[in-house]
């Protein structure tokens, strides 16, 4: 599994995370045509065949509306911890098992309530470090469960590579997608492999720097499912991300409460 905690590790990537999360909370007053970029898309040094692909994964995964409607995420990341993200009010909860930790993030204002066993935090300075854990896990966790939607995300580059074979031998459309000025490791690239019989993701490659030759992980995605109106996948080989659902209503003590929570009640 050492390869698993050096992705949770380099992975922390803030790519455009306001202003999605801002797209998504207008979204619900006003209905979005296509699938316009984000502000800070860097669409000069992208290529139109790039772009094209996104668009039609983000269609193939359910939609722009369909995205930026759906409100609130569940998913357990490699069986480590629990998280739910309130995608239009820029809220998570984060259950840590290992380490009896639980996180309540205002991501929008930096803020929030963590308890580790039986302490709560109150020391200004202890809250401020924690809350800044609880973020950076929530920006490497979702990346990992919503990728597909970010394909144009403020500060990425994206160029259309060419047809190449997955790991387990399909021939895909290849994208790379790379960053500038965002997130905590803007050095790093991916690969993106997109399966041109149903224009979704079917694999990763991961590369520490964009310019280094060979990938540090190749990983597929597979096992979508419908989640509402999306199409969200959780096998990435060896790894799983599991109990994933979507929701448009949860109790509002789920991100103020400390007391567990069962989403089979919901």
């Known amino acids: 599994m ?5 992705a949770a590790f380099i992975m922390i990537l803030s790519v455009a995370c306001e202003n999605a999360n801002q797209a998504s909370a207008e979204a619900t007053a006003e209905e979005v045509v296509g699938n316009p ?3 800070g898309f860097n669409e000069e040094a992208s290529d139109a065949k790039a772009i094209e692909w996104a668009d039609k994964v983000m269609l ?12 609130y995420f569940h998913w357990n990341f490699f069986g480590r911890r629990t998280l ?10 984060i259950d840590s098992p290992g380490d009896s930790t639980t996180y309540l993030v205002n991501l929008a204002e930096g803020t929030g309530k963590v308890k580790k066993g039986d302490v709560v935090f109150e020391d200004p300075d202890s809250l401020e470090t ?8 929530w920006i490497n966790d979702s990346y990992w469960l919503v990728m597909p939607f970010k394909l144009k995300d403020s500060g990425v580059t994206l160029n259309y590579v060419g047809q190449d074979t997955t790991l387990e031998g399909q021939m895909a ?4 997608l790379t960053f500038e000025e965002v997130g905590v490791t803007p050095q790093n690239k991916y690969l993106v492999y997109i399966d041109p019989a149903t224009n979704l ?10 310019d280094d030759e060979a990938p540090r992980f190749a990983m597929p995605w597979k096992g979508y499912k419908r989640q509402g109106d999306l199409q969200l996948s959780g096998d990435r080989g060896r790894p799983q991300l599991s109990e994933i659902a979507v929701f448009q209503e949860v109790p509002e ?3 103020t409460s400390f007391d567990p929570i069962d989403i089979n009640q919901w």
Do not use: P
Request: charged share 25%; glycine share 10%; hydrophobic share 45%.
């Open 2 to 6: 050492r390869f698993l905690l050096f």
């Open 37 to 39: 970029a984000a502000d």
């Open 60 to 71: 193939a995964m359910g939609g722009r509306k369909s995205w930026d409607t759906t409100r």
């Open 84 to 93: 739910l993200w309130d995608k239009q009010g820029q809220r998570v909860r």
């Open 130 to 137: 924690y809350v800044g854990i609880g973020n950076r896990i």
């Open 173 to 176: 459309e290849v994208l790379a």
């Open 201 to 210: 993701v079917c694999q990763w490659d991961f590369y520490t720097q964009a």
């Open 253 to 255: 003590n789920a991100f």
